[in-house]
């Protein structure tokens, strides 16, 4: 059950942005920054205290999400490394030389597919769901304490409208590193026409 927390008031690093875009330029709708803009300030903030935990066992969070991927399938705790690509979306460069360090550790191993014997299967070892039975609990801990400004009313709120931003993101395109359709370059910036 959750404690109660005093209420958290007070300005952040956006108030004083949206204020220097309303002097500086008061007929632009800076609205979007809001959302956005903190979107990625709190991002940056939750990447750092996740880092700090998983560190302590020797981890990431990409080989995290790698291990918890592996063990919430359940039992034989095998993807192809195509199944664990799409689960974590990480890209398959940054996928493949995880999978080189978690296999190094001892955590994973790669087993034959029985389906296609020219290709392989990523399968969790028994050190590895002993590690994550070890730091499970310590994650949930660190998660719920990043939480705690917010109530659990709040909590619940806020999921509710980042699942909706979320749907609306994964309906355009399921894997957020897709590729665009074709990248620009500083050197290609066109100017509107005054």
């Known amino acids: 059950m959750q404690q109660s927390q005093p209420p958290i008031s007070g300005r952040d690093h956006v108030d004083e942005v949206l204020e220097m875009w309303a002097r500086e330029a008061p007929g632009l709708d800076t609205s979007p920054v809001a959302v956005v ?11 750092r205290e996740l880092d700090e935990v998983f560190g302590r066992f020797g981890l990431t969070r990409q080989s995290w999400d790698v291990l918890a991927c592996l063990r919430r399938v359940g039992e034989p705790y095998r ?6 690509n799409q689960a974590v979306m990480r890209t398959s460069g940054a996928i493949t030389h995880t999978l080189h360090g978690l296999e190094y550790a001892g955590l994973i191993s790669r087993v034959p597919n029985p389906e296609d014997g020219r290709s392989m299967h ?3 070892t028994e050190a590895g ?3 994550l039975t070890r730091v499970g609990p310590e994650h949930m801990a660190n998660e719920r304490r990043m939480l705690a400004p917010l109530t659990a009313d709040e909590q619940a709120t806020l999921a509710g409208l980042l699942r909706k931003l979320l749907v609306g993101f994964e309906s ?4 957020p590193h897709a590729p665009p359709a074709k990248r620009r370059r500083y050197a290609n910036i066109r100017l509107p026409p005054d």
């Open 37 to 47: 803009a903190r979107l990625g300030r709190v991002r940056a903030y939750v990447d």
């Open 79 to 84: 993807l192809t490394p195509t199944e664990i």
């Open 122 to 124: 990523v399968q969790l």
């Open 129 to 131: 769901r002993e590690l």
């Open 172 to 175: 355009r395109s399921p894997m």
